[in-house]
């Protein structure tokens, strides 16, 4: 589903790992769908989709001010807004290796990932909206900044372990930078 206030408070609580069979709290990600079957979605992903050249005609191209993450989300919502269906079908497949443009420089592309949401809700919402997700985003990560930081203070002889510490470190440092931006 499209990022949104109550879809951001949902993901935070993690509660759809917990449920995931529940229509309401795996709603964002639809956790509860098998992916089996051809319907209707709010979003697809950009690694792979078709889209009528009539649709872009009448819609346009990815708004460039989305570097990475969330410029499919907007399109889709675009051509959602024009009218037309979003589908999503099993009947293609590809292999994609997910995560490869960024594996390196996790940390950095968790504060893109998030800076996406909230530039898509800060685009496609209200004010009031876009301020609410701010407050979610920070909390979301001043929640977690400890157990990241404990987590890379973590000791360990093993390569993994430094490799999990490095990540965690990453993450923490990534989480500062944008609660001080957010409510800075």
């Known amino acids: 589903m499209f990022p949104s206030v109550l879809n951001m408070l949902l993901s935070a609580t993690y509660l759809y790992k917990l449920f995931p069979r529940n229509k309401f709290f795996g709603r964002e990600q639809m956790t509860w769908w098998d992916r089996d079957d051809t319907r209707p979605v709010d979003v697809v992903t950009g690694c792979f989709m078709l889209v009528r050249h009539e649709a872009i005609d009448q819609v346009g191209v990815m708004d460039e001010r989305f570097f990475m993450y969330g410029e499919e989300t907007d399109w889709c919502y675009q051509f959602k807004q024009a009218g037309w269906k979003i589908l999503f079908t099993p009947d293609a497949q590809i292999i994609h290796l997910g995560g490869q443009s960024s594996k390196k420089v996790k940390g950095e592309m968790l504060i893109q990932l998030r800076l996406s ?63 001080i931006n957010l409510l800075g």
């Open 117 to 179: 949401i909230l530039k898509f809700i800060e685009k496609n919402y209200s004010r009031i909206e876009y301020k609410i997700a701010c407050v979610l985003t920070a909390l979301f990560m001043l929640v977690r900044l400890p157990a990241w930081f404990v987590a890379s203070l973590v000791n360990g002889s093993q390569r993994q372990n430094a490799k999990i510490r490095c990540r965690h470190t990453s993450k923490a440092r990534a989480a500062y930078f944008l609660i």
